[in-house]
């Protein structure tokens, strides 16, 4: 069970999960197997991957213990209805990285004591840069997590986390990068308000934004500490700051993440009900 896995749904998230088991060596290609709907799609991913590629569902859960699922939350439902007589409590380990969906919507799905673990991952699993949290359902072991926490290690970060913080979750890491995208974009049109050619400014842009996170990290310093450092009495920096100050942006921030976090909220109760 742990040298092979199973992945139902074969889209953007599961592939940059495949990326990370064969780059890290979590998985080998011939011990990887993919469930997917669309013919192009299997091809593509037998053919950039050497994956094992299936259009049966079903097969997938034959086949193999530990399964993935990474299809989208709204046909989860139908997914689970398809697979559930084939699931068995002592063999399978479940693992879902779909967001919105709660464990007891798998549970109550699921044959008893069907092991579960739940998984929030982000885009930037792309480049192995993830950061995972992940929430251990009520019949999972210790031991399923451990197993779990090593997989996702594969694309980036991994955080323990209770259930009940997976709203807040997606609407920091999860959405996270969108966010963080946004505020690039503006540092660079701000360089070319201030006429730096666009390239140049997009430079400046994201070298200072993974500077700032290396040396944060590096410093073991808070953000607030490392501001700090930048604010020289009367300098540029403190000029800058006082607009940010002015015009709301950290009040902004925050209550972004707070809306993107009852939103979170309300489409689980959609979802989940
Ligand atoms: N992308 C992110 O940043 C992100 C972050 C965290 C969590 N997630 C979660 O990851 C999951 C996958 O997201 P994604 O972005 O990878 O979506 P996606 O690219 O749409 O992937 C889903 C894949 O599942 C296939 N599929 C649809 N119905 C199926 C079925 N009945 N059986 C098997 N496969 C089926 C889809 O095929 P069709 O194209 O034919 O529908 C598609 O290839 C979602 O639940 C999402 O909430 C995504």
Sequence with gaps: MKNS???????????????GFLEKNIFLKENILVSEPIKERREYLAQSYQVQITSSNLEVVEKRE?????????????VLEEIKSKIESKHHLIITIAAGLSISFYEKRLPEKTRLIRVMPNT????????SAIAKGTFATEDDL???????????????????YMDGVTALSG????????????????????????????KLALTTLEGTVALIKASKKNPYE?????????GTTISALEIFYRE??????????????????KLSQNLNS
């Design 226 to 234: 490392i501001k700090a450092m930048v604010t020289s009495p009367g």
């Design 248 to 265: 709301g942006f950290p009040g902004i921030v925050i209550s972004a993440i707070n809306q993107a976090f009852e939103r979170s909220k």
């Design 175 to 202: 959405s996270g990068p969108a966010y963080v995208a946004l505020f690039l974009e503006a540092l660079i049109d701000g360089g070319v308000k201030v006429g730096l050619p666009r390239d140049l400014s997009e």
């Design 66 to 78: 530990l399964l993935l699922l990474a299809v989208k939350p709204q046909v989860m439902a139908s």
């Design 5 to 19: 896995i199973g992945i139902i749904g074969g889209g953007q998230m599961a592939e940059a999960l495949i990326k």
């Design 146 to 164: 451990s197993l779990v926490e090593k997989i996702f290690l594969a694309i980036g970060e991994v955080v323990r986390v209770e259930e009940r």
């Design 124 to 131: 930037c699993a792309l480049v192995h840069r993830s950061i």
